[in-house]
């Protein structure tokens, strides 16, 4: 199970940062964020490796986000700098199994959470 929170309404320039719990697995598991805007296909935002060694990022939102996991906390987190109204989205955490690298691709990945809400005002 994966429960995403820390969304939230912010405006243009705020910073966030989104959570994501993991119960059941986790250490031997890539996580990324997806994120899927009113009207848009899902999209990869950010990935990060099992053991936290590699980290991938979409052009969008490269140099304005970091990603980050703690092991030991099961979590992994999703920090947003300089946010625009384009970022605006339901982001989603999402686990890909057997250690591969967390790609770009929805359907490699085989858990998904919720998703939590993130509205950007300009």
């Known amino acids: 199970q994966l429960v995403e929170s820390g969304g939230g309404l912010v405006q243009s320039g705020d910073s966030l940062t989104l959570s994501c719990v993991v119960s059941?697995?986790?250490?031997?598991?890539?996580m990324a964020w997806f994120r899927q805007a009113p009207g848009k296909e899902r999209e990869f935002a950010s990935g990060?490796?099992?053991?936290?060694?590699?980290?991938y990022y979409a052009d969008s939102v490269r140099g304005r986000f970091t990603i980050s996991r703690d092991n030991a906390k099961n979590t992994v987190y999703l920090q947003m700098n300089s946010l625009k109204p384009e970022d605006a989205a339901v982001y989603y955490c999402?686990?890909?199994?057997?250690?591969?690298?967390?790609?770009?691709?929805?359907?490699?990945?085989?858990?998904w959470g919720q998703g939590t809400q993130v509205t950007v005002s300009s």
């Open positions: 999402a686990a890909v199994a057997g250690r591969l690298n967390p790609g770009p691709s929805s359907s490699l990945y085989d858990y």
């Open positions: 990060i490796s099992w053991d936290g060694t590699r980290t």
């Open positions: 059941g697995f986790f250490d031997s598991y890539g």
